[in-house]
């Protein structure tokens, strides 16, 4: 029995087995953050975060069509703000236990 993958937005429905090919490194990887039983829940979070991300730049590739490039000053100022917040205390991984216990 199929599964109705089209009556679904991402991040909804129920749960369907299916068959992928992973590189044995990044299956060790997830299963050294998330052990055996979490493996499943945290690719099928990847997948919806690619997904986010893949419409996200649709979005921006359609309004630069739309609106013209963005002006570099404010990429620019875009990837400072990114690397500034990417690379926070509290999103450290010591950092982030800190805050959760705190």
Do not use: T
Not at 64 to 82: H, K, M, T, V, Y
Request: proline share 7%; charged share 30%; no cysteine.
């Amino acid at each position: 029995m199929s599964m109705p993958e089209g009556e679904f937005a991402p991040g909804h429905g129920p749960a369907a087995k299916v068959s992928v090919s992973l590189r044995a490194g990044n299956i060790r990887a997830v299963r050294e953050r998330v052990g055996a039983r979490g493996f499943s829940a945290y690719v099928d979070a990847a997948v919806e975060r690619q997904i986010e991300r893949d419409l996200l730049e649709e979005a921006l590739q359609a309004n630069e069509a739309a609106s013209g490039p963005i002006p570099q000053p404010l990429r620019d100022e875009a990837a400072e703000l990114f690397r500034h917040v990417k690379s926070a205390p509290e999103l450290q991984e010591d950092g982030w236990r800190a805050y959760e216990a705190g």
